[in-house]
Structures are given as structure tokens and as C-alpha cells.
């Protein structure tokens, strides 16, 4: 493969080629992850349900559980719309990040409300739930990065092994089956962490061996200094 076709394939997992449409990505947060949360919100939330304002919130059997129960499943269906769409190819993998950030952060808003609004706590009670809400949004940004990654990598390696088949096409070469060449990658791999091996023990024994001169070199220091100061000594007493 010639440096130009490499640079051209490696272009392809730039980060800026693997994001969605700012715009489809805005649509989507809000059509499906934002407007439902307001739904909940609005119509169980268990903030709503005060002498000013009242919804369904008692009136759910079990109603702290199922509440909760009810935001598990918002979270998991918006990650599996979010996830139709990918393979739809409407959005790509950093859809998965926002996705899960803004579900996770906004439900916890919703069930961290429901123990919060029971303490006696007063205006720090709005406080405590901007601490959850940002944990909650941290935790999102980490799963959703986490996911992100591991998708985007599974997507790297089918893009490998389809250039890898193209290019043995093209080259009127042997078409390599799948698994030859995902050996072929566990060999490279094994064969690149023994080098990193050699090269880490290679690397201590040359640090073994210039901390044991510098210790070698100080104690012959301390040796003439040693012997300087006897002569002095001497000297001193003729």
C-alpha cells in the first residue's frame, strides 16, 4: 500500500470526519431524549406534585419505585433509538456520548428529587441537586465516551479488513478469509507486545547498570575524600 493510499485511508478515523451533523444531533437530543424527559417530569415528577402544583405522582402504585423504573426504561429507549439510527447511518458513534450524558444527567435530576424533596433541608436542597445532576452528568460522559470508543474501534477493524480484502483484489493476490486476518492482527499484536517487553527489560538493565556506575563513582568519591582529609590531616600535624 503506497504512503498516499495509507494517509487517505487514515484520514477516514480523523475526529472531525466521525461526527454527527451538528444540527441532526441537535434535533435528535431534543425529539427524543429531551422533550420525553419533560413529559416524565411534568406529569410524575415527584418535584411537581406540591400544594401549587399537583400531577400523577401519588397516584402511581409503588410510586417511588416504578418512577424510577420508569427513567431506567426512558434512558434505555433513547440509547436504543439513538442506536437504530446509527445503523440507519443517520447519526454516527459520538451520537452515543450526548445520548447518554443528557438521559443519565436528566434522570437523575428526576430520581434524585425523589429522596431530596423529603429532607427538611430548605434551599439546600436545590444545591444537592446540582451536585447529583453533575455527577450524574459526569457518569453519562464517561459511559457514552466509553461506548463511543469501543464502537468506533470495532468500526476501525471491519474498515481494516475490508481495505485489507480490497486491496488483495486489486492486486489479483489470494482474498484472505476474516479470521486469517484477524489472526494475522492477534500475531502482529503478540509479536508487538514482546517487543515493547524486550524493549522495557532493555531499558532497566541500562538503568540498572547507570544507577549501579553513579553508586560505583560516589563511593569512590567519598573514598578520596576520605583519603584528601587524612593527608590533610597529616600535613596539618608536620
Not at 423529603?118 to 451536585?131: C, D, Y
Amino acid at each position: 500500500m503506497s504512503d498516499t493510499k495509507t494517509l487517505d485511508w487514515n484520514k477516514t478515523r480523523e475526529f472531525d470526519l466521525e461526527r454527527t451533523n451538528i444540527w441532526i444531533s441537535f434535533i435528535f437530543e431534543i425529539l427524543v431524549v429531551v422533550l420525553p424527559y419533560v413529559v416524565i417530569w411534568i406529569l410524575i415528577g415527584s418535584s411537581w406534585n406540591t400544594e401549587k402544583f399537583h400531577n400523577y405522582y401519588n397516584n402511581l402504585p409503588l410510586k417511588d419505585l416504578l418512577l424510577t423504573i420508569i427513567c431506567i426504561a426512558y434512558v434505555i429507549i433513547a440509547l436504543g433509538i439513538n442506536l437504530i439510527t446509527y445503523i440507519l447511518k443517520w447519526q454516527k458513534e459520538d451520537s452515543f456520548t450526548f445520548t447518554t450524558a443528557i438521559a443519565l444527567c436528566l434522570t437523575g435530576l428526576i430520581t434524585n428529587s425523589i429522596w431530596i424533596d423529603k429532607l427538611s433541608i430548605g434551599g439546600f436542597s436545590i444545591f444537592l441537586k446540582v451536585i447529583f445532576l453533575i455527577l450524574f452528568a459526569l457518569l453519562g460522559i464517561f459511559i457514552g465516551t466509553l461506548a463511543t470508543m469501543l464502537i468506533r474501534n470495532f468500526k476501525f477493524k471491519i474498515e481494516e479488513e475490508d481495505q485489507i480484502l480490497l486491496q488483495a483484489y486489486k492486486n489479483g493476490e489470494e482474498i484472505p478469509s476474516i479470521k486469517k486476518i484477524r489472526l494475522d492482527r492477534a500475531e502482529k499484536y503478540r509479536i508487538k507486545k514482546e517487543q515493547e517487553i524486550e524493549e522495557l527489560n532493555k531499558f532497566k538493565e541500562e538503568l540498572n547498570e547507570k544507577i549501579a556506575i553513579e553508586l560505583k563513582n560516589k563511593k569512590h568519591e567519598k573514598l578520596d575524600e576520605k583519603e584528601n582529609k587524612k593527608r590533610n590531616k597529616k600535613n596539618n600535624k608536620k
